[in-house]
């Protein structure tokens, strides 16, 4: 008894790779110049042509072997890479320390006073209005 590999599912490929940048499949057409149902016919295909996979890759700035490869777990574990010390090191934002210097807490505390307080002027004021009638 043989086990033959299943062949990957390149629609599924190039699905979770546009899901992934954040792209619709009306963007995805638009930027290969066809419409949102070819892209659907191309995403439920199993196989797909070399010159179409070229231009999908193309308008998804990723490489014809990176859809043909990839899986959900290359990604997962790419991002597992990735941990705060990386950081740490390195030049801009990241190595920025931040750190409040106030408690939030008591600008919440202020806010409400002051809102409180702003009430209370607008009740005088139209405690003043009804005297004056």
Known sequence: ??????????G????R???LRDM?????AQAMGTNQQAVSVLENSETIDDE???AVAKALGVTVEAIKSFS??????YFNTFNDTDFSNSQGAFSQNHQCTFNPLDKVVELYERLVLAEKEKVEYLERLLKGK
């Open 24 to 28: 619709k499949q009306e963007a995805l």
């Open 12 to 15: 599924r490929n190039i699905s």
């Open 17 to 19: 790779i546009r899901e």
């Open 72 to 77: 959900e777990e290359g990604v997962i574990n």
């Open 52 to 54: 179409k996979l070229i």
């Open 1 to 10: 008894m043989t086990t033959t590999a299943k062949p990957k599912h390149i």
